[in-house]
């Protein structure tokens, strides 16, 4: 590769580096991790000598990821460098170490195909060495266990697996097919290479994977019910999202914010009488957000056309709606095709939304300085009509009251 002219004076430099860290490399199979880390460790280094940086969320995952190489837990490795692609895709240090971990876990074309994607967001010196580092570990045999001299764990189980970032614990790596039976969702959640189900560590919040895709949002003019705010236009969700499998329930919003404002009391029921501003001090405080107004109904669809994410029609079993008798517990109804529970009836649910005629055409919320906020999914006082997937109303953001309750989202990183 030819290096560009303004580094011509120091070529001679760069390839005593090079060398060095090619002989280093191709010791791998009889050396101490540390050399491959120490080769690792120089690309980077030089690829980012222009500044020091400060020590933020990547850098510590990064000195997560080394620290792995060098004490020989390649499985760590590549799970914790696969978290740094997602962190920050424009750097280049992430996709190197995953490379290296694939090397040496014996997957050469996913350790190749790493590479190529850090030589491609690598910039001066660092494009050579990264192409020599990834030569060189393609190179390598795949060493036996006799062979290696800090053996390689046994991978743990998919359900004992732990993310590479700290808000959560994993409950499930994989979608259940019984729970999640969109199948089509269930290829993009595993494509994602996130956990399906976890718990939030601060609140105890169980939330499930959304999946990136596309959806039709509102409603065709021949849906029976339907508002004129409506329209029907298509969204693409580009990012992975996580929503909580429920609203939030009293118990958590009394364990979060210190006194419990809702009607119908039950530690189980959905926390009610809380207003837009309300929720916001809730997230505040919890490190969540509201969905947008676009991921919310992507979610209640779960990948259904139809009125509702149960089919054309819905019933009491399914959701609850049409009832004088108030909330009921969060979880106790069925859940829809991506297992999220209470998306119809139950109480109305705030998004982030201004309230605005027309939804978003994108996953992004709707923002301006109008008091009116995005309330979705119908309550337990109003009729099936009023708790299809499109329906959609507006309130001031400052107003409470006994079917106005919220669920929470959060981005994987």
């Given amino acids: 590769m030819q290096a560009p002219t303004a580094l011509h004076p120091c070529l001679g430099h760069i390839r005593n580096i090079a060398c060095a860290t090619v002989a280093m490399l191709a010791a791998i199979l009889i050396a101490p991790t540390s050399l491959l880390l120490t080769s690792v460790a120089m690309a980077s280094t030089f690829g980012h000598a222009e500044s020091q940086r400060s020590v933020d969320k990547y850098d510590e995952l990064l000195d997560k990821a080394l620290a792995a190489l060098a004490s020989g837990d390649a499985v760590?490795?590549?799970?914790?460098?696969?978290?740094?692609?997602?962190?920050?895709?424009?750097?280049?240090?992430g996709h190197a170490v995953l490379g290296a971990a694939f090397a040496r876990r014996g997957k050469p074309a996913e350790s190749k195909a790493a590479f190529d994607a850090a030589k491609s967001k690598a910039n001066g010196t660092t494009v050579r060495l990264v192409e020599l580092i990834a030569l060189t570990a393609l190179a390598v045999p795949v060493p036996t266990p006799v062979r290696v001299l800090v053996p390689v764990p046994t991978p743990p189980k998919p359900a004992d697996s732990k993310?590479?970032?700290?808000?959560?614990?994993?409950?499930?790596?994989?979608p259940d097919p019984t729970v999640v039976t969109d199948a089509a969702a269930r290829t993009r959640m595993?494509?994602?290479?996130?956990?399906?189900?976890?718990?939030?560590?601060?609140?105890?919040?169980?939330?499930?994977?959304?999946?990136?895709?596309?959806?039709?949002?509102?409603?065709?003019?021949?849906?029976?019910?339907?508002?004129?705010?409506?329209?029907?236009?298509?969204?693409t969700i580009t990012k992975a999202f996580y929503l909580s499998e429920t609203e939030v329930t009293q118990e958590v919003w009394q364990k979060v914010m210190g006194a419990n404002p809702s009607n119908f009391k039950g530690d189980s029921n959905p926390v009610e009488q809380v207003s837009w501003n309300d929720c916001q001090s809730f997230c505040q405080s919890s490190g969540l957000r509201l969905a947008t107004e676009s991921e919310w109904e992507y979610a209640c669809r779960a990948g259904t056309t139809t009125a509702y994410s149960f089919g054309a029609s819905i019933t009491q079993q399914q959701a609850n709606f049409a009832s004088r008798?108030?909330?009921?517990?969060?979880?106790?109804?069925?859940?829809?095709?991506?297992?999220?529970?209470?998306?119809?009836?139950?109480?109305?649910?705030?998004?982030?939304?201004?309230?605005?005629?027309?939804?978003?055409?994108t996953k992004d919320a709707v923002k301006g300085n109008?008091?009116?906020?995005?309330?979705?999914?119908?309550?337990?006082?109003?009729?099936?009509?009023?708790?299809?997937?499109?329906?959609?109303?507006?309130?001031?953001?400052?107003?409470?009251?006994?079917?106005?309750?919220?669920?929470?989202?959060?981005?994987?990183?």
């Fill in 163 to 174: 993310l590479a970032f700290d808000w959560c614990d994993v409950v499930a790596a994989e």
């Fill in 76 to 93: 760590e490795a590549e799970k914790v460098s696969f978290a740094l692609t997602m962190l920050d895709d424009d750097r280049c240090e």
């Fill in 370 to 413: 109008s008091s009116n906020r995005v309330l979705r999914g119908g309550a337990w006082s109003y009729s099936a009509g009023i708790v299809r997937s499109s329906i959609r109303i507006g309130s001031t953001r400052d107003y409470s009251f006994n079917v106005f309750g919220f669920r929470v989202a959060k981005a994987p990183l």
């Fill in 190 to 235: 595993l494509a994602t290479k996130l956990p399906w189900k976890v718990r939030d560590r601060k609140t105890g919040i169980v939330m499930l994977l959304c999946p990136p895709g596309e959806f039709m949002m509102g409603s065709p003019a021949s849906e029976a019910g339907r508002g004129n705010d409506e329209a029907q236009h298509s969204v």
């Fill in 325 to 361: 008798k108030g909330t009921v517990a969060c979880g106790s109804l069925p859940a829809n095709q991506w297992g999220l529970r209470e998306m119809h009836g139950n109480v109305w649910e705030w998004c982030e939304d201004m309230y605005q005629a027309t939804a978003s055409s």
